[in-house]
């Protein structure tokens, strides 16, 4: 161990010794200030929902059963990407409540402002989705999912088309199935619907409108 000493600077000036403080500041002890933590801010915050599908909503007090989840609100207005004008990709939906013996998901969409043959124009129907499905991406059509052939003459989503200058009313339909849909890709829709009414167990919907 090496000591220090006083020593001449040649000047007649004596350096003295270094010494040590013989006290320290005092440690700050008082608590940090506690701040309450929102769970729905900040990291939580920014992590919003896929697609434009909100958060399915509290149920109401008294409301129970199967619900629909859609980027618009009931009766109100399609966004155009969903349509022939925009990129016609099958909207975003998430769904919540299945019923107890749900063994399939099927959805469905509907022209109601356009009868073929008695029956409302059918641009879509997707069947083989399985219960543990909540909900499908903008334009997914997930792996062992079927699609009918739609009015259009397509095994595909077809958005809303309306003639110019009118406006249509569609419904996007959720169906809870008590037994899978053993039927191939192309089946005609309605084929495929009348078995889905006929093995549907419970169903939801959302009512929106289209105005080319």
């Known amino acids: 161990m090496f000591a220090l000493s006083a020593c001449d600077t040649g000047d007649g000036t004596t350096l003295q010794d270094p010494v040590a403080p013989t006290t320290l500041p005092p440690i700050d002890t ?71 013996g749900t063994v399939e998901v099927a959805v469905a969409l509907v022209d109601e402002s356009n009868l073929s043959n008695g029956r409302p124009f059918v641009h879509w129907v997707m069947a083989g989705l399985t219960p543990a499905t909540p909900g499908l991406a903008e334009g997914e059509v997930p792996i062992g999912a079927i699609q009918a052939l739609n009015f259009f003459g397509n095994v595909a989503y077809d958005g809303p088309c309306p003639t110019l200058g009118e406006t249509n009313s569609y419904r996007v339909t959720l169906f809870a199935l008590n037994q899978q849909v053993e039927l191939a890709d192309g089946t005609p829709a309605t084929q495929l619907l009348d078995l889905i009414d006929a093995t549907a167990i419970e169903s939801a919907s959302v009512l929106g409108t289209s105005t080319r």
């Open 30 to 100: 008082t608590p940090l200030e506690s701040v309450a933590i929102d769970p729905t801010d900040a990291l939580l915050a920014t992590v919003a929902p896929p697609d434009d599908v909100a958060e399915p909503p509290a149920p109401l007090p008294g409301e129970t059963g199967l619900r629909l989840f859609t980027p618009w609100a009931e009766g109100g207005p399609i966004d155009a990407r969903f349509g022939c004008d925009g990129s016609n990709a099958a909207p975003p939906l998430s769904w919540s409540d299945l019923p107890d």
